[in-house]
């Protein structure tokens, strides 16, 4: 299947799954109802149509992938269509930007107008290794930290002595609205948590929280969910220094503040 966008009348996302018969491409609509951005982890694709000296002038790609978003369990998926440019053909190991359906992330549109060709990053290298400026940095950039599958329904369930509503407000900055404060703790240690739709994990960190008021400090556990296994790496080392909203009268309610992470 291809996905392509098409024109709505309601200003809901529409894709449309475009098969070839007999030399034409004929289109069902497939409507995406709660599109959000998320990312397709190319595992294996279909070779370069010319690496043979065969001129091909509409190739079909197969991509086999995995298809992550923020507060979705990461899915499996298969792309199969003709609408891939040649110039951006995948490879195994790239990650292509996608609108997916949040009800249903079997339904995507890889965004190709956001994926640079091999030259142009390979010229974005070039200059930042030159140290003329930095490489662009990405229109869709990779969520800093993970929402569980669980935050997306209205549960009663406390995690970092926060319900998930919570959770998504003191993430977005409104942390003072909970009573919730500014500080800094340091990772005294880690140990993963079992099941979990995160790519990097969940993971309960142990540490060392700096009292807000100048007091004495306190030892507390805060969970975390990440996006990628390198980002969990560089959290959860003994020693890192974490930004943290706590809540003084209630030790137990701990979040890491991700606007504040490095």
């Not at 004929?26 to 043979?52: H, K, Y």
């Not at 190991?93 to 190709?112: H, Q, Y």
């Given at each position: 299947?291809?996905?392509?966008a098409?024109p709505?009348h309601?200003?809901?996302?529409f894709v449309?799954?475009h098969?070839?018969?007999?030399e034409?491409a ?8 709660n599109p ?16 043979a ?7 079909r790609c197969v ?5 992550t978003a ?6 499996a ?5 003709y609408?891939?440019p ?7 190991g790239?990650m ?26 390979a010229?974005q290298?070039?200059e ?9 940095a990405?229109?869709?950039p ?5 929402r569980e599958?669980?935050?997306a329904?209205a ?10 509503q919570?959770t998504?407000?003191a993430?977005?900055g ?10 800094t ?14 790519p990097?994990?969940t993971?309960?960190?142990a540490?060392?929280?700096?009292d ?14 990440f ?6 790496e560089s ?7 974490l930004?943290?909203?706590?809540d ?8 890491v ?6």
């Amino acid at each position: 299947m291809a996905f392509e966008a098409a024109p709505s009348h309601d200003g809901a996302v529409f894709v449309c799954d475009h098969t070839r018969k007999n030399e034409s491409a004929q289109v069902r609509p497939m409507r995406i109802t709660n599109p959000v951005d998320g990312w397709l982890q190319v595992e294996s694709c279909s070779p370069f149509p010319d690496v043979a000296g065969e001129t091909v002038l509409l190739p079909r790609c197969v991509i086999d992938g995995v298809i992550t978003a923020e507060r979705l369990a990461a899915t499996a998926v298969q792309h199969s269509g003709y609408d891939v440019p040649k110039p951006k053909w995948p490879r195994p190991g790239m990650m292509l930007p996608v609108t997916v359906d949040r009800a249903d992330p079997r339904r995507f549109r890889i965004e190709w107008d956001q994926v640079p060709t091999g030259r142009e990053a390979a010229e974005q290298l070039a200059e930042h290794l030159r140290g003329n400026g930095q490489p662009d940095a990405p229109r869709r950039p990779f969520p800093r930290i993970w929402r569980e599958v669980e935050h997306a329904a209205a549960s009663p369930a406390l995690v970092n002595g926060l319900t998930p509503q919570q959770t998504e407000i003191a993430l977005a900055g409104a942390g003072a609205a909970l009573g919730l404060v500014q500080t800094t703790a340091t990772v005294l240690s880690a140990h993963e948590v079992r099941p979990s739709s995160a790519p990097g994990g969940t993971w309960d960190i142990a540490v060392a929280v700096n009292d807000p008021n100048g007091a004495a400090g306190w030892d507390a556990v805060t969970r975390m969910s990440f996006s990628s296994a390198s980002r969990r790496e560089s959290r959860t080392a003994p020693g890192v220094e974490l930004p943290v909203l706590v809540d003084p009268d209630n030790r137990k309610r701990i979040i890491v503040d991700v606007a504040r992470l490095a």
